[in-house]
C-alpha cells in the first residue's frame, strides 16, 4: 500500500459547495486572470486597460428568427 497513487474524488468539496453558477463565474474569471495566456495580460500587450469580471457577466445571443435562442436560454436557465 505504500506505493499507491491517492484517488481523486468523483465530486471534490468546491464542486459540492457551489452552485453551477458560481463554477461558471470563477471560470470566465480564471480566463481573464491567467499569469500566461490571460485576456487582461493580452490587452496589456495592446496597452488597453481590461478588468476581469467580478459579480456579473452579461451576454449577449444573437441569431436569425427561430434560430433556438430562447429555448437555449432556457436550457441554460434550468441546469
Request: with cysteine; aromatic share 4%.
Amino acid at each position: 500500500m505504500l506505493g499507491r497513487k491517492p484517488r481523486s474524488v468523483a465530486n471534490p468539496l468546491e464542486s459540492a459547495i457551489t452552485t453551477p453558477s458560481e463554477r461558471i463565474l470563477k471560470e470566465c474569471h480564471s480566463l481573464y486572470v491567467d499569469d500566461e495566456n490571460g485576456l487582461v495580460k493580452i490587452a496589456s500587450s495592446l496597452d488597453v486597460r481590461l478588468l476581469p469580471p467580478r459579480k456579473k457577466i452579461i451576454v449577449m445571443i444573437m441569431g436569425n428568427h427561430s434560430a433556438g435562442k430562447s429555448s437555449f436560454i432556457n436550457w441554460v436557465h434550468h441546469m
